[in-house]
């Protein structure tokens, strides 16, 4: 076999192990070819998978440098691509004039005119269409086996207005990268879709999918810190503390030598929510003051706004159910105050059911208190089952999920979700606060 020819089959192999997951077996053939096949017929197979490694593997700075510079070499189709794929570095590392400069160059560039359009739009220039009319922009040259074809709408409309229909195409974007083994980047658009299934208010299909975006990338760094970092806010929102510092505790050991500001200022959002949620306002502000991304900042206002005003920040309509029940809690909250208790309890119980619906146990606890406050129970009536009861009686007295089962006949899976059901009917958030209350209503 010829050297070209070796070379080939070297990057072939690496290539495959890349789409594969297997970033390390894709750098260890590519240290093959290096080693045994002179650079010149080397470095225009390499360039592109290299590129790739590091950016979902590696350094965010190193793979934005090598990508940018392998753009100057070829021609102007594949250099739209590789500008593509800089711009996403660019925006972990939050460099946005970074981001700039590199769609300015697509533009730049003598080739079909989707990419202007596509890179126009990655910058913020113009509403950000619906993600299927996205798909129509996209250059005929992408072809159904393109990973850019599904990775730039996805990554474009992620930011937009459009969720419902964005988590619709994402859908069907994750099932053809998959159904074309390009799972390296299947696992990336997994983490975007679940970002947008936590907004929607979808936190089962969030966690799921970030999940297997872990499994999938189980050697890719970069995308791993990023699911990491989508688990610690759901973690957050539905107040499992424990889960949320252990997601974020990683990414923030992780993130530095990535240069991965993103995923890092994603976990911060997560502690500072984590405290939110608990009312604990000055640490919460501290965490969400030094977010260090600038899309995280934004989409993080109004956490770091409820925080600064120790819970008082009117929410303004939304229609993400966490944000909608948020408003009516402080609302329910500003009434109640106000004295108008009858109007207070009708905001508040919408609140409970929407916050205890999602799962968001912290803030179904406040949204209780508050209700109790009013002089109304939150959930059915505020009234427990008879093996509710029995369980938060057995909890009060201090025995374990365990050993709870064993009295009941029960297994300590059920016994915690009796518990999970128990604590915002009684307005509580954690098993110590059952022994303060009596369990008789």
């Not at 590696?58 to 590789?82: F, K």
Request: hydrophobic share 45%.
């Amino acid at each position: 076999m010829d050297e070209s020819a070796r070379a080939h089959r070297l990057c072939e192999a690496a290539h495959s192990a890349w789409k594969a997951g297997d970033p390390v077996r894709a750098r260890r053939l590519l240290d093959v070819m290096a080693s045994t096949v002179r650079e010149p017929v080397a470095r225009p197979l390499t360039g592109r998978l290299r590129g790739l490694i590091e950016l979902y593997s590696g350094n965010l700075a190193a793979a934005q440098d090598h990508l940018t510079r392998l753009a100057d070499q070829v021609g102007p189709e594949r250099a739209a691509r590789l500008l593509f794929l800089a711009i996403d570095a660019a925006h972990h590392r939050d460099r946005w004039a970074d981001v700039a400069g590199l769609a300015r160059r697509i533009t730049a560039l003598d080739c079909e005119p989707g990419y202007h359009v596509l890179a126009g739009l990655l910058t913020g220039d113009g509403e950000v269409p619906d993600p299927w009319e996205l798909l129509d922009a996209v250059p005929a040259s992408l072809t159904e086996r393109h990973a850019h074809r599904w990775l730039v709408p996805m990554a474009i409309s992620r930011r937009g207005p459009h969720r419902q229909a964005t988590r619709e195409f994402g859908l069907v974007a994750a099932e053809r990268l998959r159904a074309n083994g390009i799972l390296a980047l299947y696992a990336v658009l997994l983490t975007w879709l679940s970002e947008v299934e936590l907004d929607l208010g979808r936190w089962a299909d969030a966690r799921a999918h970030a999940a297997e975006a872990l499994r999938t990338a189980a050697e890719q760094r970069v995308t791993s810190a990023d699911a990491h970092a989508v688990l610690a806010r759901l973690a957050a929102l539905r107040g499992d503390a424990q889960a949320c510092r252990e997601h974020a505790t990683l990414v923030l050991r992780e993130a530095p030598a990535q240069d991965n500001a993103l995923a890092a200022a994603q976990a911060r959002w997560a502690l500072g929510s984590l405290h939110l949620s608990r009312g604990e306002y000055e640490p919460a502000v501290e965490r969400l003051s030094a977010l260090g991304h600038r899309d995280v900042a934004a989409a993080a206002a109004r956490d770091h706004a409820e925080a600064s005003s120790g819970g008082l920040s009117p929410a303004p309509p939304d229609d993400r159910p966490f944000e909608r029940a948020r408003a009516r809690l402080r609302e329910g909250q500003r009434l109640r105050r106000d004295r108008r208790i009858t109007e207070a309890k009708v905001a508040l119980r919408t609140a409970w059911e929407l916050f205890d619906s999602l799962g968001a146990t912290e803030w179904a606890a406040t949204a209780g208190r508050e209700l109790r406050a009013t002089g109304s129970a939150a959930g059915g009536g505020g009234r427990l089952t008879a093996q509710e009861r029995q369980v938060a009686e057995l909890a009060a007295a201090g025995l374990s999920n365990r050993e709870i089962g064993a009295r009941l006949f029960l297994s300590p899976r059920t016994v915690g979700y009796h518990l999970y059901k128990v604590f915002p009917k009684l307005g509580i958030a954690s098993r110590a606060q059952l022994r303060d209350i009596a369990l008789s209503g």
